[in-house]
């Protein structure tokens, strides 16, 4: 497996990739495009068309737009719970970039999203499509000045059976390409998800004769990388804080990828970190698709490189590796050294393919976390832990939550590695008023 792993996320197989396709560009100019799969009832890709037109000024591409609506069933196993978050995920976002999203958003319609996706089909050859989609989708999601009703009477739009086969085949083709979800953009074989891998594909496309004169690059580095205050810096502390819940999955990647993060942003102001361990998905009956585990695995190599963390050397520790980290954890918690204990093993997991079952591997993690190993060793035969990881998994579900990693502070509620910057703004809001959100 570490082996393995390496291979499909190692920079020099990327790049060999992505050094092919370069050769086949230039010999077909009708590569150089990005497709945006688009899903008129999904907030991400509302934003990220506001983003598009920005986009297409600095970079020398062609927009090719995709119209998909239902999405596979397999990957997207909690519909409805994803729909509920991504509407406030949706308003934070919106206003850290200074777009439009409703603050009273609702989702739309089933009925409504597929007349959408009719008028928009029935169009889509039509010179400028980019400006009909985003008219008919802001008028969907009710922030335009047009409304629905009259977007849909001086369009038009296809039957519905007629909407429908499009739609089936576009989502075929976002399967066969090796995705599984809507606000993507898909460029030279590689895919990157709204606006929070925008700027991984300007990344990409910063070359002569792509990048235009007007293109900053620092511009997409500052607005969507997200990173968070210096911790060398010293920072204002709360008036009032509460504990932060840290909720992660030894199998995550994302939780690897937060971990270190999160610990060192609260260490900075002070908060206390309950790490609070949850079972894989799969072990929760949420299943994990083969194209979903490779775009999760190149995605997060991406995004540790980004935060210049070491990450693909891998030992996939589902099973009896996962069952003996969390019968760990409770002696880690014990010992005061849970979070060394949480960063030592992720580490060893995702960075170093260092093996959970093995009793060589599980001293090294341990010993470096400050544990004593002969004392730790007993707890692998301990079930206690089932109790906790049963508990943590309802908290999860509690939140509206089903993936990690996932954090709770005060009455916010965030999903993904991605949203730290999220917490950091929380925290500080509460140095300045005393009040944390």
């Known amino acids: 497996m570490p082996f393995l792993a390496r291979m499909v996320t190692s920079p020099k197989t990327r790049n060999l990739r992505r050094g092919w396709f370069e050769v086949k560009r230039r010999l077909r100019p009708s590569l150089n495009t990005v497709i945006f799969y688009h899903r008129v009832d999904d907030p ?22 995709r119209l998909v609506l239902d999405l596979p069933a397999e990957a997207n196993p909690v519909p409805e719970l994803q729909a509920r978050y991504a509407l406030t995920d949706a308003r934070r976002l919106a206003q850290l970039h200074g777009l439009v ?15 959408a996706s009719a008028i928009l ?63 993507m953009l898909y460029y030279g074989g590689e895919w990157y998800w709204g606006l929070d891998r925008l700027a991984h594909l300007a990344d990409r496309l910063n070359k002569p004769g792509i990048r235009r004169a007007s293109g900053d690059l620092a511009d997409y580095q500052r607005q969507y990388r997200h ?47 309950l790490p609070k361990p949850i079972m894989p998905m799969v072990n929760r009956g949420i299943p994990l698709p083969k194209a979903k585990r490779r775009y999760i695995l190149r995605d997060a190599k991406r995004e540790a490189e980004k935060y210049n963390l070491p990450f693909g050397k891998i030992c996939d520790p589902l099973g009896d590796g996962v069952r003996n980290a969390m019968a760990l954890f409770p002696f880690a918690q014990e010992q005061g050294k849970d979070q060394e204990f ?76 991605d949203r730290l910057w999220a917490l950091e703004k929380a925290v500080l809001a509460g140095t300045k008023n005393g009040t944390q959100e």
Not at 53 to 59: S, T
Not at 234 to 250: I, N
Not at 383 to 411: I, K, M, T
């Open 227 to 273: 990173v968070l205050q210096s911790y060398n810096t010293l920072r204002p502390r709360p008036k009032q804080v509460k504990p932060l819940d840290f909720y992660f999955s030894f199998r995550s990647p994302y939780s690897y990828l937060a971990a270190d993060r999160v610990f060192k942003l609260a260490d900075l102001y002070k908060i206390p970190v």
């Open 342 to 417: 949480v960063v030592s093993v992720l580490s060893g997991i995702w960075a170093e393919g260092l093996d959970m079952t093995r009793p060589s591997h599980q001293r090294k993690m341990l010993e470096r976390a400050g544990l004593d190993w002969p004392q730790a060793r007993a707890s692998l035969d301990n079930d206690n832990w089932r109790r906790l990881a049963e508990r943590n998994g309802g908290e999860l579900e509690q939140l509206g939550l089903w993936g990690v990693p996932a954090f709770r502070y005060g009455s916010l509620i965030l999903w993904g590695q």
């Open 101 to 115: 999203f409703p603050a009273n958003a609702s989702q739309p319609s089933p009925e409504d999203a597929l007349k």
């Open 121 to 183: 089909l029935k169009h889509q050859d039509r010179p400028r499509l980019l400006h009909l989609v985003t008219e008919v989708t802001a008028a969907l999601w009710g922030c335009s000045t047009t409304t629905f009703h009259s977007a849909a009477k001086r369009y038009g739009s296809l039957k519905d059976s007629e909407a429908r086969q499009l739609l089936s085949q576009n989502s075929a083709e976002l399967v066969a390409r090796g995705h599984y979800q809507s606000a």
């Open 44 to 65: 991400y890709s509302l934003l990220l068309l506001q983003a598009l037109p920005r986009f297409l000024e600095d970079f020398k591409v062609d927009l090719q737009i």
